[in-house]
């Protein structure tokens, strides 16, 4: 069975730390070359273009799917069978780059110290508190602020998208219109990527 088109029952079923890694990484190479593709929009394309905003979009939204992809796995495992590996799992420094966040603000963060869970659990003016203390200015707070919510829609509302099978691109139905109306964050500007 291709693991994109689990049901419902099927997901809410524990997975062995071997699993949970697998399907993790399997994730981690579509975030990876999803923000590879986003990052190439924003930087080399006409971002004022719709094609190119609406595959931003896109883009974004697959990618809030993919790390609550990774965050569900997570929570499916054990917590006494959790190792470092699996612990390092969805990875914040990508998180980051999705929102654009400065350079030298995750050169300030020493991994480990700060997790894309732990922004979850925080209100937004922990959010703010903290990264500020890596130097975040207050547009990268509320982008982050912004993005944040909308992982935690997606994630709590246990929405997964569905994938044809024939591409690496979701059927039109995986991208509900409530993750695409959140996926551009206020005050990004997509010229502006430093990766």
């Given at each position: 069975m291709d693991e994109e088109n689990m049901?419902?029952?099927?997901?809410?079923?524990?997975?062995?730390l071997q699993k949970a890694l697998?399907?993790?990484?399997?994730?981690q190479n579509m975030i990876d070359l999803s923000?590879?593709?986003?990052?190439g929009l924003r930087t080399k394309c006409a971002t004022s273009n719709d094609l190119t905003?609406?595959?931003?979009?896109?883009?974004?939204s697959?990618?809030?799917?993919?790390?609550?992809?990774q965050l569900s796995c997570k929570k499916k495992v054990a917590l006494q069978e959790r190792n470092a590996e699996l612990d390092g799992f969805p990875q914040l420094r990508h998180w980051f780059r999705i929102v654009d966040m400065r350079k030298e603000v995750?050169?300030?963060?020493?991994p480990g110290r700060l997790s894309l869970e732990d922004l979850l659990e925080m209100t937004d003016e922990q959010v703010c508190e903290t990264v500020e203390?890596?130097?975040?200015?207050?547009?990268?707070?509320?982008?982050?602020?912004?993005?944040l919510s909308c992982l935690r829609n997606v994630h709590m509302s246990g929405e997964q998208a569905q994938w044809d099978g024939r591409t690496d691109r979701p059927t039109s139905a995986a991208i509900?219109?409530?993750?695409?109306?959140?996926?551009?964050?206020?005050?990004?500007?997509?010229?502006?990527?430093?990766?």
């Open positions: 049901t419902k029952s099927e997901e809410q079923q524990p997975l062995s697998q399907q993790c990484e399997l994730v923000i590879s593709n986003l990052e905003q609406k595959e931003i979009r896109t883009l974004e697959k990618l809030v799917k993919y790390f609550s992809r995750l050169e300030e963060i020493t203390k890596y130097g975040a200015n207050r547009e990268e707070c509320a982008r982050l602020n912004a993005s509900p219109a409530a993750s695409c109306a959140c996926s551009r964050w206020p005050g990004l500007d997509p010229v502006h990527s430093e990766w």
